[in-house]
């Protein structure tokens, strides 16, 4: 059974640091990356990593404060969150592609494996 497992949400003050991480089992996968959801909003894309970390695309948003990293060895990849900005909370999903692609693709629709996410809360 394939299975993405998102751990390291919590609150954390503006300004602060978070690591995301998102062990995998099952079976290989290709692509992979970090969207997140707010109450009312629709899925965004956050950041994607190509397999064995060559590639990566981050939103324009997190660029410069987000670092996306892989270790296909532990079958885990990571977000580093800096300098992180007092929002809504939101719900960090980790996604995953069962087929090499190219491209980073951005859309949702791009991955069919998701893990049940982990939220983050940026307050003071």
């Known amino acids: 059974q394939e299975q993405l497992v998102e751990s390291g949400g919590g609150l954390v003050q503006p300004g602060g640091s978070l690591r995301l991480s998102c062990a995998t089992s099952?079976?290989?996968?290709?692509?992979m990356g970090w969207f997140r959801q707010a109450p009312g909003k629709e899925r965004e894309f956050v950041a994607l990593?190509?397999?064995?970390?060559?590639?990566?695309n981050y939103a324009r948003s997190v660029k410069d404060r987000f670092t996306i990293s892989r270790d296909d060895a532990k079958r885990t990849i990571y977000l580093q969150m800096n300098s992180l900005k007092a929002a809504h909370p939101a719900v960090y999903y980790c996604?995953?592609?069962?087929?090499?692609?190219?491209?980073?693709?951005?859309?949702?629709?791009?991955?069919?494996?998701w893990g049940q996410g982990t939220q983050v809360t940026v307050s003071s």
């Open positions: 996604a995953a592609t069962e087929s090499y692609s190219g491209d980073l693709v951005t859309t949702r629709s791009a991955y069919q494996h």
């Open positions: 990593i190509s397999p064995g970390g060559s590639s990566t």
């Open positions: 099952g079976r290989a996968f290709y692509n």
